[in-house]
């Protein structure tokens, strides 16, 4: 209509501002509908169906197979659906760790040891991330259905993007900010990045691109310019001889969210 701004829904931006002027379009419709029998033109937003109710049926009917997180919506990316994409994994948790307890001392002397770079960091705090039960499930049965064909082995690698908030500058909490990838990154355990992708671009084609050496992943870092630290996830990542993943030594590169878990944030100087 050119009236009003189109209508956002949890950080994804429609190509309308309402209901009203999506059916009165004179856009051409796309092809109809993925439920069999459903002749209603589908859409994008809701992966090739008309509406949420025929992508549940779809799912219900075994028509199409169902996100690996909710199991009611068709998964489009990583096995999940949009929805569960774009929103916060529920129950996850951050406590910050003491400096001078075994934890903390562990996770900072490895993050010393794996860097290899010109500036020497500082770390300031480290603070883990405690996932809740499915985060942690799927990460295992990944793992799982991997060892049961093949050999795999676990890495330590780091991640880092842009902060826009002041994380754990004075609390804990999670950021709204869209363009904030670290919060979003925690906040769907890699599920969603910053402005709602769900995977980066390198080299390697798309995926979820981590570094044995964290201080590879530093150039990534970008901090709000309020605080005093960089930001960095350490994690976990499965790793196999099949081309779910790759490891050239100097970057790790894997196409699933399940294969990757952030553990814990490192903040930083340098």
Known sequence: ??????????????????????????IVKGPPCVLAGCRTPGDTTHGGFCSDAHAREAVQTRQVKGCARCRQLPGVSNNQCVQCIRS???????????PKGAT????????YRAWDGNEEPTVVKVIE???SRDVRAAYAQYQQNLETAMKVYELNTYHSTQCICDFAVNDLSLCEWQSCGICSIIKSA???????????????GEGIYSYPNPAQADQWATSSTSSPFRVMLACKVVISAAPQAVNDGAKVVVKTSDAI??????????
């Open 1 to 26: 209509c050119q009236i009003r701004p189109k209508y956002i829904e949890n950080g994804y931006q429609h190509p309308y501002c309402g209901r009203t002027c999506a059916r009165n379009s004179p």
């Open 88 to 98: 916060p994994r529920a129950g996850t948790k951050l406590r910050e760790l003491n």
């Open 104 to 111: 903390s001392q562990s996770i900072v002397s490895e993050f």
């Open 129 to 131: 991330i405690v996932f």
């Open 190 to 204: 890699f599920g969603s990045f910053a402005f709602g992708a769900t995977h980066n671009s390198g080299s390697y």
């Open 261 to 270: 878990m952030p553990r814990y944030v490192i903040l930083y100087t340098k």
